[in-house]
């Protein structure tokens, strides 16, 4: 069944990414200055303290070695455990993600209803108060760091009124502000894109003998340029998404949400190479995954892609 | 000029296969009247055609959108090299030719586009586009200029518009710069690609008066490939059928209007308006247009002989048991039928 | 416009309502208190680690053999009493009856001798395992007694028993090799109800601790909160309690709410812009003292750190065998820039100053310091790397020249200055001479016979200046006024909220 | 017509800006009325007075003055990642799409590798392998950005290589590299000029946001995102630190975002037009 066979290649092709990034980022981690042992060591710890700890987490090995030892766990879905705490890394992964991608979710649902309708009604109204009102808010969203506007809007919704709570998780409200800060640098994107490709697809000329020719048909063709103009909205929304999963390191930060960005962060912090490792085949098979669903949504719209 | 040929043009046994997932590709082609699926995502495009052009003549290739014309035509020209067979344009066959030596030799041959909204860049002024072949030849500045005049004088652009851009002309004035374009390197063939079919019904007919004009002026060789029988065999010295990647018939376009003897040509024909009512009196002509042999059909993928029989009016069992090749039935008339029946019904009909 | 917002705003609204009504749990539960934690301890193993948070924790879920007062003395707590030998190397500790685990174990000297048995022990790699390796043997003659032979006479042991990594541990789960790091058991007040990492830490009373009628308040959340401002709105709106260690520049914010107060105490930080010695130009001892009269050591206390006490050498300031050497080298950045000169300096010379971006007070001052050695003259350009290359790097591997950092205070000096004058230690700052008095100091017992040779050594770091000492810094904790005893353990600073309750 | 006079003033506006934004940071030291590094630790948290224009920060130093500095780094950052994303990607992407099977096989797979990955995290991990700093950064978020225009140019060139205008090339026998610079470039530009406006924009902010997490320019260099990483703990207290810095990051992504815009549609003939 060829789309069996498509799908095989394709799924190939995303284990290769993941094992190629993976294993630079072994390297590199290992490569650059930092030892996890010595961050359990603290200050006071002598040197042999370090080389106990050292050996122990095995570290002391040859590079080679270690990457081996790695590839061999992870072809049995085993990461190892954390350096630094000991506990299973895919156990604390599996804590994380549901809270990151929670957040990724909602945020880019909310850049992509704020934007796309937004965006088509820029694009066909153009200069109209709406479109406006659209580029201003696409400006901001892309001028203020994700981060700010997450201080803001805590300041104004937790501190000032106090509809949403200032830090935790759990509940849809623990939510919504940090995704709305996260939403709307995407959306701003989103929308300039959307609008842009509106446009040109309303320029293209069976758009325009459409509009000649009535109100019917033009609908239609509204229909059809819609569909073309989504296109490149659906792939950078997806490459979007990507970007909301690593924006939500900062969100998460600010808003104190136990999330897999911040997991992932201390682990960078504290060189604790088993945590990274496991993150980053995870993360990037998350990614991947999205790409690689973006590309088959993208080549099912677009055949002219497909032939090439 | 010299002719050390006698054909302009010779086709062997063209083929052209695209790999791909097929999952993709049959989804999109599965409308598509002529590809055919080979296992493995495989089709094939265009199927042993061959055929030859002569001299400054013009040979026209008909079948509906999708039957592998363009997919032929760019063959040809090598834009997208044929995957076996044999191109001879002429006394050279493109096979042999370096990389290097191919783009040197294009400018013998050069090609018209359906759309002219998509043949002509548009970053580029009309002076620059034309320019473009020039440059490669290495002409000299001077006398590129003086050549973009003459040839947009030649299709009727005012020179005054040539720094002007294509979306600021009409298609009629944009085809005709495509084809000022096309001449510029002084081609000896040309392949038309349905070169009137996007314009309006009125400059369709300016088109087709300059492209004949042209084709006298400098002794042209045509190769002219549409969906219109009517205009092919109006304009055309032979004429071939394609239906699904293989000509199913081919003759002097005299033989092909007058004694169409494959079903198929058979239904283009009737499809020319105004033909039913000239040939109804002779025959039940109805039955090639739209009646097709009770029986069962055959899913394509597994269609083993006649590529047409799901639709032919004439089909017997035995049209499945192998494909049907050219075989001659008049001077220079050839076509693709295994149904001796029907042909010899004809062929006495005509006598 | 506007209704197109408030229609996008209600779809938006709309969409979000299942998933929240899945997602909320709203539970109601009687008052918690509600603790700022910065970070996540790295584990609750209290012999897997050194970090501060982990050690701040446990003190709520572990106890010790022995335990520092509110003044810094050494008291009794799950050991009733102790009894020391004439030449040092025999303790015996006599526990107290009735103490239970979380789990239920009775607490035994059998738990006592496997728990230092477990962090002395190479497998478990502990870095805190040297502070017991004067141990040479430990007997329990009955259950409740423990005996503990040294192989020399070690003063700084008494110490080592009272801080975190002297937590002790039930036999029977260290036996079965039982998962410290994140279900810690102990015999401590509160015992961890859950640990969401990078959330919150929730700690529910044990009821039966051996301190009668404490501790007071039934659940502890420590909120794991990264972000300074969210900490400071959180207790001016009422959902944290307790704030410790805010920063001296929201103190205007905090003290204009009404409900909270601000409790001012004096640190136990040895403040320090560490030089390495061996490196030129800072194995010149002029560019040393030049580097501490250019630097105005209250106004960096005061803007960086909040304020606090300067100090003249590398002891923190309420150490009792602190000594002031502070005249020694007052701001005077005439005098630094003359000596800069002497030496020979140019701005060729570039020092990097190297700054633990996870630290934003060490970094804050570090951007005070540079700017002030630039008006003397110095060439510094900062470097900012993150804590587990500081530690790798400079701390370990000495590539640094100018450095920002706090040693914490220890229970005993022996602790903050165990080989200083040896290259060893990551000034690379060489005085045999310092070293020995310190190293002798460390087998010596006696107050009086030890500070005599602790004010000696003191004394050559305090002009030697391996370091340019800063001060020991003020810290402020805020707290709702309805919040009343939250004590920090003095020297190491842990969480104890066995005596806070609410009003 | 209405919004062509709207959108050029709209232009106008945005080329003023940066022109006057271009002009300070080049002329930062005479402009400036203090050094930007010079900590008046007597007046910490004055506001926006006489003396000091826009107030000064935590260390006293003068806001204006580290405002016009950071100018230099906004738009350094800008400068630099967006050409090192602009020149790897149309590389990258246009090898790719001219190439058939392994090679554009294994650019996409090394681009997917890098889009495989959060930007965030991945410029944290590039930063801790190069350091800290603005140089790193710079780089770091070119290298990032890059798939993003190696993937745009190749699904772009991959179109544009099937237009009739490039068989016509082809027929007229243009070598590969012809074709490229004078069909398919020029074609893609628009797109790309519209992504690079939005990239643009978005490295300031990626800056602002390594900054806040420590890892972007180094103190004390004036950077816009490193003041506003300073500026957050004191919103309430210090309003100034924070505003000032910010609205001069919004006018500048504003500005480059407008400028973006309006030469994507100057590029463009075909939307010019209707």
């Known amino acids: 069944m060829p789309l069996i066979i498509f799908i095989i290649k394709r799924f190939f092709r995303l284990i290769l990414t993941v094992l190629l990034v993976s294993t630079i980022i072994f390297f590199v981690i290992r490569v650059i200055p930092g030892d996890p042992a010595a961050v359990i060591a603290g200050i006071d710890a002598t040197q042999a303290d370090v080389a106990a700890i050292r050996a122990q987490l095995g570290t002391d090995k040859p590079i080679s070695v270690q990457y081996i030892h790695w590839l061999r766990s992870v072809a049995l879905f085993d990461f190892g455990n954390s350096m630094i705490t000991g506990e299973p890394v895919t156990k604390q992964i599996l804590k994380r993600f549901p809270i990151t991608l929670t957040l990724a979710t909602l945020g880019i649902l909310m850049g992509m209803l704020i934007a796309i309708p937004l965006g088509v009604i820029s694009a066909v109204k153009r200069w109209s108060p709406v479109d406006y009102f659209g580029m201003l808010l696409s400006q901001i969203g892309m001028a203020v760091p994700s981060f700010w506007l997450g201080i803001i809007l805590l300041l104004l919704f937790a501190v000032k009124i106090h509809i949403f709570p200032l830090f935790g998780s759990g509940g849809i409200k623990y939510y919504i502000l940090p995704s709305l800060s996260l939403g709307l640098a995407r959306a701003a994107v989103i929308l300039r894109l959307t609008r842009a490709s509106m446009v040109e697809e309303l320029s293209k000329e069976y758009i325009i003998t459409a509009r000649a020719k009535g109100l019917t048909e033009r609908l239609v063709k509204y229909k059809h340029a819609l569909k073309n103009a989504l296109i490149p909205v659906i792939t950078v929304s997806g490459i979007q998404f990507g970007y909301m999963l690593g924006g939500a390191i900062i969100i998460e930060q600010v808003f104190s949400l136990p999330g897999l960005g911040r997991l992932f962060l201390t682990g960078i912090y504290q060189r604790d190479f088993t945590l990274i490792q496991g993150g980053v085949v995870f993360i990037a098979f998350v990614f991947s995954l999205i790409n690689f669903l973006v590309d088959i949504l993208y080549s099912v719209l677009n055949p002219k892609i497909r032939v090439g | ?351 | 416009m506007k209704r197109i917002l408030q229609q996008i705003i209600i779809v938006v609204l709309i969409l979000l309502l299942p998933a929240g009504v899945l997602l909320a749990k709203g539970q109601k539960e009687e008052r918690a208190l509600q603790f700022a934690l910065p970070g996540n301890p790295d584990t609750l193993d209290p012999q897997k680690t050194s970090g501060t948070l982990t050690f701040q924790v446990l003190k709520s879920i572990y106890d010790t053999l022995v335990e520092p007062d509110q003044t810094g003395k050494i008291v009794p707590a799950l050991a009733e009493k102790w009894s020391v030998s004439t030449d040092s190397l025999t303790w015996k500790f006599t526990l107290r009856k009735g103490v239970v685990f979380h789990n239920g174990d009775k607490l035994t000297s059998r738990d006592v001798k496997a728990t230092f048995n477990r962090i002395r022990s190479k497998k478990t790699a502990s870095p805190k395992a040297k502070e017991f390796g004067a141990i040479k043997e430990i007997d329990t003659p009955d259950d409740y007694t423990v005996v503990f032979k040294l192989k020399e006479p070690s003063a700084p042991f008494l110490a080592a028993l009272a801080s975190g990594w002297g937590a002790i541990l039930p036999e029977s789960l260290i036996d079965s090799g039982h998962n410290f790091a994140s279900e810690p058991v102990g015999t401590g007040p509160y015992s961890l109800s859950k640990w969401v990492r990078d959330s919150k830490i929730v700690l529910k009373k044990n009821p039966n601790y051996w301190m009668k009628g404490l501790p007071a308040i039934d659940t502890v959340v420590l909120d794991i909160i990264p972000e300074r401002s969210v900490v400071v709105q959180g207790i001016i709106s009422g959902q944290i309690d307790i704030a410790y260690r805010v920063d001296k520049d929201d103190l205007p914010t905090l003290k204009a709410n009404p409900d909270v107060k601000i409790e001012k105490s004096l640190s136990s930080l040895i403040l320090v812009m560490a030089m390495n010695s061996s490196r030129p130009p800072l194995n010149d001892l002029r560019v040393r003292q030049a580097i501490n009269y250019a630097i105005d050591k209250q106004k960096v206390l005061d803007i960086a750190y909040g304020g606090g006490k300067v100090i003249g050498t590398f002891l923190d300031y309420s150490n009792a065998y602190y000594k002031d050497f502070t005249n020694l080298y007052p701001y005077d950045p005439e005098k630094a820039r003359e000596l800069i000169k002497e030496a020979g300096v140019t701005k060729d010379t570039v020092l990097q100053l190297v700054l633990p971006q996870n630290y934003e007070l060490h970094v804050k001052a570090g951007v005070m310091y540079q700017e002030m050695l630039t008006k003397v003259g110095l060439n510094v350009k900062i470097k900012l790397v993150d804590w587990s290359t500081w530690i790798s790097e400079v701390y370990r591997q000495s590539k640094f020249d100018l450095t920002v950092i706090g040693h914490t205070g220890k229970l005993d000096p022996d602790g903050t200055l165990a080989g200083y004058g040896g290259m060893k230690r990551y000034v690379k700052w060489n005085n045999p001479e310092c070293l020995s008095l310190i190293n002798k100091a460390r087998v010596t017992t006696g107050f009086e016979a030890r500070k005599k040779l602790y004010d000696r050594a003191l004394e050559i770091m305090a002009k030697q200046v391996p370091f340019m000492y800063l001060g020991t810094n003020y810290v402020y904790n805020a707290i709702r006024k309805d919040v009343t005893g939250f004590r920090m353990t003095p020297k190491l600073d842990t969480l104890d909220f066995r005596w806070t309750e609410f009003k | 017509m209405k919004r062509s006079s709207v959108s050029s003033r709209l232009m106008l506006g945005a080329v003023i800006y940066l022109v006057i934004l271009g002009a300070a940071a080049i002329a930062a030291p005479v402009i400036s009325p203090y050094s930007p590094t010079d900590q008046h630790l007597e007046n910490r948290f004055a506001p926006p007075g006489h003396k000091y224009i826009l107030g000064t920060d935590n260390f006293g130093r003068d806001n204006f003055s580290r405002m016009i500095y950071g100018s230099r780094s906004a738009l350094l950052v800008g400068i630099v990642s967006v050409s090192i994303a602009v020149t790897i990607g149309i590389t990258v992407g246009i090898i790719a799409a001219l190439s058939t099977g392994i090679i554009d096989n294994i650019l996409m797979l090394l681009m997917d590798s890098v889009l495989s990955f959060p930007t965030i995290l991945l410029a944290i991990t590039v930063v801790s392998f190069l350091g800290y700093g603005l140089l790193q950064v710079m780089t770091a978020i070119g290298v990032i950005f890059s798939p993003v225009f190696a993937r745009l140019v190749r699904a772009e060139a991959l179109s544009i290589k099937t237009e009739e205008y490039v068989e016509a090339s082809r027929a007229m026998g243009s070598p590969a590299v012809k074709i490229v610079f004078l069909h398919i470039m020029p074609n893609l530009m628009g797109k790309v000029v519209v992504q690079a406006s939005i990239t643009f924009a978005l490295s300031i902010v990626i800056e602002a946001s390594l900054s806040y997490l420590g890892l972007g320019t180094q103190p004390p260099t004036p950077s816009w995102g490193l003041m506003l990483k300073d500026a957050r703990n004191y919103l309430v207290q210090a309003p100034w630190m924070s505003i000032y810095p910010g609205l001069a990051l919004a006018m500048t992504v504003l500005s480059f975002n407008i400028i973006g815009d309006t030469l994507s549609e100057k590029i463009n003939p075909r939307i010019v037009k209707k």
Do not use: W
Request: net charge positive.
């Open chain 2, 1 to 351: 000029m010299s002719k050390s040929v006698d054909s302009a043009l010779e086709v062997k046994n063209l083929t052209k296969v695209f790999h791909g997932h097929s999952f993709f590709r049959g989804k999109q082609e599965t409308s598509a009247a002529g590809k055919k699926e080979t296992g493995d995502g495989d089709f094939t495009a265009v199927d042993r055609v061959s055929f030859t052009v002569k001299h400054n003549t013009i040979f026209g290739l008909v079948g509906e959108s999708g039957c592998g014309k363009t997919t032929l035509a760019r063959s040809i020209l090598f834009l997208d090299p044929p995957t076996s067979g044999d191109v001879i344009i002429d006394g050279t066959n493109l096979k042999n030719l370096t990389h290097r030596n191919l783009r040197l030799f294009r400018k013998r041959m050069q090609i018209i586009f359906q759309d002219p909204n998509s043949a002509l860049n548009p970053k580029l002024s009309i002076k620059r586009s034309l320019e473009e072949g020039l440059r490669n030849q290495k002409y000299s500045s001077g006398k590129i200029t003086g050549r973009i005049d003459r040839l947009l004088d030649l299709v009727g652009i005012p020179v005054s518009c040539k720094n002007k851009y294509p979306h600021e002309f009409s298609g009629g004035q944009k085809q005709r710069m495509v084809i000022a374009r096309a001449l510029s390197l002084e081609p000896e063939f040309l392949v038309l690609d349905e070169p009137v079919s996007n314009l309006d019904v009125s400059i369709q007919a300016q088109i087709i008066n300059l492209l004949m004009d042209l084709k006298k002026q400098f002794s042209l060789t045509y190769l002219f490939i549409s969906h219109d029988l009517n205009l092919v065999s109006y304009l055309s010295d032979e004429v071939a059928v394609m239906y699904r990647g293989r000509i199913v018939e081919q003759g002097p376009v005299l033989a092909i209007m007058e004694n169409p003897l494959h079903p198929y040509t058979k239904k283009l024909l009737l499809s020319i308006p105004g033909n039913i009512e000239k040939i109804k009196n002779r025959e039940n002509a109805e039955i090639f247009l739209t009646g097709k042999k009770p029986g069962k059909d055959v899913e394509l993928f597994s269609l083993t002989g006649c590529s047409y029989y799901n639709e032919c009016p004439v089909r017997e069992d035995f049209c499945l048991k192998e494909e049907p090749s050219l075989r001659i039935v008049g001077i220079g008339h050839l076509i693709a039928c295994s149904n001796d029946k029907y042909l010899k019904n004809q062929l006495l009909y005509k006598s």
